[in-house]
Every structure is written in C-alpha cells, then in structure tokens.
C-alpha cells in the first residue's frame, strides 16, 4: 500500500489547511484511516482517526477544530484543521492499518508550520 499525503505548508495562528491521503496497491479487506504527527522533539502522536464505516476519533488537543473524512471510492482521506494554533506545527503522517492483518502503512509526512 502506498500512500501520499499533500497540503501542507506555511500558515498564520487561526487559519485553516486541508491535508489529503492518496492511497494506492491497498488490498483486499478494510483499512482504518488515521493522521499522526509529530512535533519537533516529541513522540508521534494520534491526531485522528476513521473506519471503514466512518466513525471517528481524535486527540483531545484537536478536537471540535480538525475533521477527519475518507472517500473510499477514490481512495482518500482527508484531515480539515480550522482554527491552527503554533502547538499545531508537524509533521503529518497519513497511516492505514488492514482491519484482519493489523499492517500499518504509513506515508512520507507533509511538514505543516503554522507562525503566531
């Protein structure tokens, strides 16, 4: 499974990005879509995550800001970040995770840096 993460880049406190996951060579069977990050000097941490069948969770830390969306026909997933604060600057990793296998994919990362 390949996945590629876009749409990061350079922002102000308070405005918004949307990161997106093109995913390709996935197999049979269902994947749990989800972004990481991780912040300089820090772990890599859970952000969001969605099923198959769209349900959703997130960290704390973002919740009622980020949404996390997946279009399984095109293979997609997508994290909106609205009201982005400096503690939001990371590197975001798109993941997916085969539901029968527990295998983890995991993109390249999309640097987001968001300035006060």
């Given amino acids: 499974v390949n996945l590629v993460e876009s749409g990061g880049g350079l922002v102000q406190a308070g405005d918004s990005l949307r990161l997106s996951c093109t995913a390709s060579g996935t197999e049979r069977g269902r994947y749990i879509m989800s972004w990481h990050r991780r912040a300089p000097g820090k772990q890599r941490e859970l952000v969001a995550s969605i099923s198959s069948g ?3 969770d997130y960290a704390a830390s973002v919740k009622g800001r980020f949404t996390v969306s997946r279009d399984n026909v095109k293979k997609m997933v997508y994290l909106q970040m609205n009201i982005l604060n400096p503690e939001d600057t990371a ?3 798109c993941n997916a995770r085969h539901t029968a296998t527990l295998r983890d994919y995991w993109g390249q990362g999309t640097q987001v840096t968001v300035s006060s």
Wanted: net charge neutral; aromatic share 34%.
């Fill in 54 to 56: 769209g349900n959703t």
């Fill in 91 to 93: 590197v975001y990793y």
